[in-house]
């Protein structure tokens, strides 16, 4: 079974701080991990993936993650936060084996940004 | 290229009526999802789609709620007879055959009073 668990159900930081959102998953086999944000009003937006290619991922507005099997980490940082990220951050994870398969999610982190 | 979309975007029913949301994927897209976020936790897979066929229901929590597609376009979720457990916000998500990414719609609030 699949799972994804996301520490800090909240976190704020100062604009231009280094913003950093941890997530940990549980798979029995090789995982496609996602990291969706959800601003106010809106629907779902991916961010980034990893499917089994370069460990560091680029994505939008200048986040990235690195896949670390030996952790089961997938952390998602960016260098420099703006208060435009202000939003809700989930990290996401489904099977590698199967490209339709269903994605399972971690419960969420708010990003709060402090002027 | 329009995105997903899903009608309404927000339901105030009591308990015990009857509510139909409805979802239009990507056009071209033989994947289609359902999830549901109930408040304060993780989203949740309910079921999947593959053109007009139910590949995976497993997430569907009873038998109180009926997902159709009729013709693989698109695709409508009924609840019936509503309870307060039901309310959350309901997403639907869709996917082309070969890619594994999912393109998820601006959700469904539904609140049961």
């Known amino acids: 079974a699949q799972s994804v668990t996301q520490l800090g159900s909240h976190v704020s930081v100062s604009e231009g701080a280094l913003v950093l959102l941890r997530c940990n998953y549980s798979s029995s086999v090789p995982p496609y991990l996602f990291w969706y944000v959800q601003y106010p009003n809106q629907g779902l937006q991916l961010l980034l993936k990893y499917t089994s290619a370069a460990t560091l991922v680029k994505g939008i507005n200048d986040f990235e993650a690195e896949f670390k099997k030996s952790e089961t980490s997938f952390h998602l940082t960016k260098p420099s936060a703006h208060m435009s990220d202000a939003a809700e951050y989930f990290c996401?994870?489904?099977?590698?084996?199967?490209?339709?398969?269903?994605?399972?999610f971690g419960s969420g982190t708010r990003l709060s940004i402090r002027p | 290229e329009a995105g997903v979309t899903q009608f309404p975007s927000h339901s105030v029913i009591e308990k015990g009526q009857t509510v139909t949301l409805r979802c239009d994927p990507i056009?071209?897209?033989?994947?289609l999802y359902w999830y549901r976020r109930v408040m304060g936790k993780e989203i949740k897979f309910l079921l999947h789609f593959v053109k007009e066929s139910k590949q995976d229901e497993s997430g569907m929590p009873n038998n109180r709620f009926l997902a159709e597609r009729t013709g693989g376009t698109y695709s409508t979720l009924k609840v019936q007879p509503a309870e307060l457990e039901d309310s959350g916000v309901y997403f639907c998500?869709?996917?082309?055959?070969?890619?594994?990414?999912?393109?998820f719609g601006p959700g469904t609030r539904l609140t049961v009073t």
């Open positions: 996401a994870v489904s099977d590698e084996y199967s490209s339709a398969s269903k994605i399972i």
């Open positions: 056009s071209g897209h033989d994947n």
């Open positions: 998500a869709s996917s082309s055959y070969l890619k594994s990414e999912q393109y």
